[in-house]
């Protein structure tokens, strides 16, 4: 099980990180006013703000009762004062890191002396919140078998409905300087109970079960629903304050982790300390978890396509190679023909070498595609053929030695491709006019391969096909990923969307090529697909759009179906299909058979656009 912060570092090198991120500063007053003849309890330590105001600093005989145990991972225990004072800002409860397995149980009274510090789960440039612990702790059990201090109760009416105050300007953004304000905002809310013992009623999961043993849930059933019992992520001002990550304390081979879907409820009373980690956040970690009620959601499947339809679809198939069990190609294989009906264009992302990755200089795709589509045949499926571009090694990021590319699959007994001197990874195609239509100079072929936006990136793809006598221009892309982009629950508010930059330059690109092709041709057909790695509302998707010259298809949804991905608990857009102008009436399709679910093909759905050229 992964665990929930690894912590190696000794306390020299917490004070380091506290002085790199300014949590210690002003500390020092604040700590010697504490220091006084009356013991220190557990909310001195809290204080009012994120960092405590004893940072730092060494604390004797610090009282709690046990209220969980973790024996794995992060190893430590939590204590909580079971005398409450009146602030609702400062939290009655703290973690001590205990490093080798915690020799104290649950319902312990104890009394504990140690350095407290600020524990920042990812590192500083995570931008993560810090936890507040003791460490190197000295532990006198003063008696067992005591009663726990009444769990919390997190819900609808606990939670408030604004997420995070704004950062301090003055300090980079930062929210850690800011009083807690519990009762107006929902960060603060977590905050103010961090290492308490907490509880959830009946809660419905709105994040499957993942590898990592954990899923999510929301306490507010009416936040944000999407039509299959997910929770919607619709603007960067919603980011839905009732979803909470469940772990359990318990070891995995003690007690299996229950396996739950997005819709499911997790019923009963879950309880435990509440944590924060690099992973999602704060986090439930339950000495005592819910029963898992299954709930009735099924893959879903599109219908097919009309004989004058052409129907044009994207996946992401998740690092496709040949060293992959034949499960997985006959299960993506099966979805392709009975979930998306076997589309006529079907562009993939992360297909992978031919060896996937192992990285010896192998760029060819050869067998993945070889295996993919004889796959589909087996299920029923068309005899699809395929074009592509190999990638320059290790050009185009992605898993080290994989040489990820996007591939066009196409049906040749209803679309025909139209080869027009393919191009290589490093030629880029262009737009010429011939006899009043535009068409591309290399088909297929990429789209601006030396430009800096896809550095370490892939190159879109570009094709002409033929469709019952009309062209159709497809572009699959696969732009940067988030990786490095602060998490909802960044200490700075808003957090920093770093990997946006790159993306908005993708965009810009692939949107100056589709003004090339209309400016040939206005009434051709383009169609923009893949994983574009951002959402419907972003400024990726509106730089995209610019000057009207794509419709993104998936806003044609109603908002409880525009998601293709689901990431702690937020189902949001990641993959799209987008339309020139030409293509005024289509049906669209986000084919929900992946993000909800436990068990995945791949980690996304598939997107099917449907329209009459």
Request: charged content about 20%.
């Amino acid at each position: 099980m992964r665990s929930s912060h690894p912590r190696s570092a000794a306390v020299a090198a917490l004070v380091a990180t506290a002085l790199a991120t300014g949590l210690l500063a002003g500390s020092a007053d604040a700590a010697e006013g504490a220091v006084s003849a009356d013991p220190i309890r557990i909310h001195d330590i809290q204080g009012t703000t994120r960092i405590s105001p004893l940072n730092g600093k060494q604390v004797a005989d610090v009282a709690g009762i046990v209220t969980g145990v973790r024996t794995y991972g992060s190893r430590g225990f939590w204590i909580q004062d079971a005398d409450a004072d009146d602030n609702d800002a400062t939290s009655e409860g703290v973690f001590v890191f205990t490093n080798s397995a915690p020799t104290v149980a649950v319902g312990d009274a104890v009394k504990v002396s140690g350095t407290v510090g600020e524990y920042i789960p990812g590192g500083v440039n995570s931008g993560n919140q810090s936890v507040t612990q003791i460490s190197k702790p000295t532990v006198t059990v003063l008696s067992s078998g005591n009663a726990l201090p009444e769990a919390t109760a997190v819900n609808e009416y606990s939670v408030p409905a604004e997420y995070a105050p704004a950062g301090d300007p003055a300090a980079g953004g930062s929210i850690n300087g800011l009083a807690l304000e519990p009762s107006r905002y929902a960060l603060d809310y977590y905050e103010s109970l961090e290492g308490m013992n907490v509880k959830i009623g009946t809660s419905r999961v709105v994040g499957a079960t993942d590898p990592h043993a954990e899923l999510w849930v929301t306490v507010k059933g009416w936040e944000n629903t999407a039509k299959r019992g997910g929770t919607i992520y619709g603007s960067y001002e919603s980011q839905n304050t009732g979803r909470l990550q469940i772990q359990q304390l318990a070891p995995l081979a003690q007690q299996p982790f229950p396996v739950a879907n997005v819709g499911d409820k997790l019923t009963g009373t879950t309880e435990g300390p509440l944590d924060f980690n690099q992973f999602g956040g704060y986090t439930l970690v339950a000495r005592t978890l819910g029963t898992v009620a299954a709930g009735t959601l099924v893959p879903e499947k599109t219908k097919a396509q009309a004989a004058n339809e052409l129907a044009v679809a994207t996946y992401n198939v998740e690092n496709l190679d040949p060293t992959d069990p034949q499960e997985k190609f006959d299960a993506l294989a099966k979805a392709v023909v009975e979930n998306l009906a076997s589309p006529d264009i079907l562009a993939l992302e992360e297909i992978q070498d031919d060896n996937g990755a192992k990285n010896d200089g192998t760029v060819s795709a050869e067998q993945t595609l070889t295996k993919f589509t004889a796959a589909i045949a087996a299920a029923g499926g068309p005899a699809y053929q395929w074009r592509s571009v190999n990638p320059e090694d290790k050009k185009d990021g992605g898993e080290p030695g994989g040489n990820i590319r996007q591939v066009f699959l196409f049906n040749p007994e209803r679309v025909s491709f139209t080869e027009r001197a393919p191009g290589d990874a490093v030629t880029a195609t262009g737009v010429v006019k011939e006899k009043g239509k535009a068409a591309l100079t290399h088909s297929p072929g990429r789209i601006d391969p030396a430009n800096p936006a896809w550095a370490d990136s892939r190159k879109p793809l570009a094709g002409e096909f033929t469709f019952r006598g009309k062209t159709v221009f497809v572009i699959a892309n696969h732009f940067g990923s988030k990786g490095g982009d602060e998490g909802l629950t960044s200490h700075h508010q808003p957090p920093v969307r770093s990997s946006e930059a790159k993306r908005l330059l993708q965009a810009q690109a692939v949107n100056g090529f589709v003004k090339e092709i209309l400016a040939a041709e206005k009434n051709a057909n383009v169609l923009v697909l893949g994983d574009i790695n951002d959402f419907e509302f972003s400024a990726t998707t509106n730089a995209l759009a610019d000057g009207g010259a794509l419709y993104p298809a998936i806003k044609s949804l109603p908002k409880a179906e525009r998601y293709s991905y689901v990431y702690q608990g937020n189902a949001q857009v990641l993959d799209q299909i987008l339309t020139s102008p030409a293509i005024k009436s289509f049906s669209y399709d986000s084919v929900h058979i992946n993000a909800e679910f436990s068990a995945q093909n791949s980690d996304h759905d598939p997107q099917v656009l449907r329209f009459r050229p």
